[in-house]
Structure formats: structure tokens, C-alpha cells
T-cell receptor, first 114, second 113 residues
Framework: DAGVIQSPRHEVTEMGQEVTLRCKPI?????LFWYRQTMMRGLELLIY????????DSGMPEDRFSAKMPNASFSTLKIQPSEPRDSAVYFC????????????FGQGTRLTVV | AQSVTQPDIHITVSEGASLELRCNYS??????LFWYVQSPGQGLQLLLK??????LVQGIKGFEAEFKRSQSSFNLRKPSVHWSDAAEYFC???????????FGDGTTLTVKP
């Protein structure tokens, strides 16, 4: 398996623009997680899905952030409008409950909002 | 609420020397504990995990960690560090699903030749 695939790897956008980050989880995994990593706050869990259904979005910082999982092989994290303080590395991870529960992380998307 | 403290922000060791990275956790029940490594520009890779049983767990790349309930600690060790071990290391505590873990702030390891 190719692992968790995120795109794009790097994104530079202007303040006020809409940004969409994409994630393809490992096939067969029924949990998907979105994390944000910053120097100030470290790794924060933003939202996670189980069987494509959002279970806990309490980590989503503001209404400007939204996430969807239309099917088992694709998820998006959208920021609209983007702000400079949204600059961070966003990670997607997936796993399958019932196994060892190890979370498999993608390589991340480095977002810069100027 | 669960929390993780990694007291050392940055550690420098010489190649071939032993390594210990500290991790202290706060958790209301029996914790599930993890150590991840992150190389620059990469995602996190699981080194090892503790769920139950033997308190000394072995991981990949020659790492091990020991769970000490009395000290609320889960320190990571390696007897002989290689230059390729230079990276950032994260300790995490969570429920049954590793993806819902709370992560520490990380420890950056520098390896001197």
C-alpha cells in the first residue's frame, strides 16, 4: 500500500482565499484524522471520522474550518477564508480499529498564508 | 483530561552514545502510550507502543521504552545512537485508538559525529 497520501505537499495562498487540503487514507482503514502542527501549539487533533462520519470536531479552531469525507477513500479539509495564523503543517492519519490501532500518518501539507 | 509532558525540548548526543528521552503523562485510566519519530518534512512514524503486559516494550530501529506507572513515565531509550536517528520524537497518550492521542510537544534530537 502507498500509505496515506496527502495533496498538495506545499500550498502558498493569499489571505482571504479558500484553501482545500486533500487526503487519501489507506485502503480498508475506517478511521481518518486531521491534525495541525505548529511551533506554538504542537500537534493538535482537529477532527476525526469513523466510517466517513465526523465523530468529533471539537478541535476545529473556527467556523472557517470544515472537513468532509464523501467516501472511504477521500477526505478534504477546507479553510475559507484563510488567514496568516492558519499557516501550519496539516497531517492526515488513518487506522483501523480493532488492530493495534497504530495511526499511519501522511507526509503532511505545509500551508503558508501570506 | 489527558496530557503529555516532554521535559526536554532539545537533546544533543554523540554518535554511539546512549539516549534517553523523557515522557511523563497524565491520564485517568490505564494509558495507551506511544512514541513517534518525525524526520524533517515527513509525517510521523510509530516507533513503539504500550497497551498492556510487559512494561518494557521493544520498537523499531533499536528503540525501547519502559512504562512506569508509579512515575507516570514512558521514557524512550536507545543504547547506541546513529546519525540517522537525528529527528524529532513525540510521546503520545490516548484511548484505544492511537489516532485520538494527545501528543507531547516533542524533543528534537541532534547527533554529533
Amino acid at each position: 500500500d502507498a500509505g496515506v497520501i496527502q495533496s498538495p505537499r506545499h500550498e502558498v495562498t493569499e489571505m482571504g482565499q479558500e484553501v482545500t487540503l486533500r487526503c487519501k487514507p489507506i485502503s480498508g482503514h475506517d478511521y481518518l484524522f486531521w491534525y495541525r502542527q505548529t511551533m506554538m501549539r504542537g500537534l493538535e487533533l482537529l477532527i476525526y471520522f469513523n466510517n466517513n462520519v465526523p465523530i468529533d470536531d471539537s478541535g476545529m479552531p473556527e467556523d472557517r474550518f470544515s472537513a468532509k469525507m464523501p467516501n472511504a477513500s477521500f477526505s478534504t479539509l477546507k479553510i475559507q477564508p484563510s488567514e496568516p495564523r492558519d499557516s501550519a503543517v496539516y497531517f492526515c492519519a488513518s487506522n483501523r480499529q480493532g488492530q493495534s490501532s497504530e495511526a499511519f500518518f501522511g507526509q503532511g501539507t505545509r500551508l503558508t498564508v501570506v | 483530561a489527558q496530557s503529555v509532558t516532554q521535559p526536554d525540548i532539545h537533546i544533543t548526543v554523540s554518535e554511539g552514545a546512549s539516549l534517553e528521552l523523557r515522557c511523563n503523562y497524565s491520564y485517568g485510566a490505564t494509558p495507551y502510550l506511544f512514541w513517534y519519530v518525525q524526520s524533517p518534512g515527513q509525517g510521523l512514524q510509530l516507533l513503539l507502543k504500550y497497551f498492556s503486559g510487559d512494561t518494557l516494550v521493544q520498537g523499531i530501529k533499536g528503540f525501547e521504552a519502559e512504562f512506569k506507572r508509579s512515575q507516570s513515565s514512558f521514557n524512550l531509550r536507545k543504547p547506541s545512537v546513529h546519525w540517522s536517528d537525528a529527528a524529532e520524537y513525540f510521546c503520545a497518550v490516548g484511548a484505544t485508538n492511537a489516532g485520538k492521542s494527545t501528543f507531547g510537544d516533542g524533543t528534537t534530537l541532534t547527533v554529533k559525529p
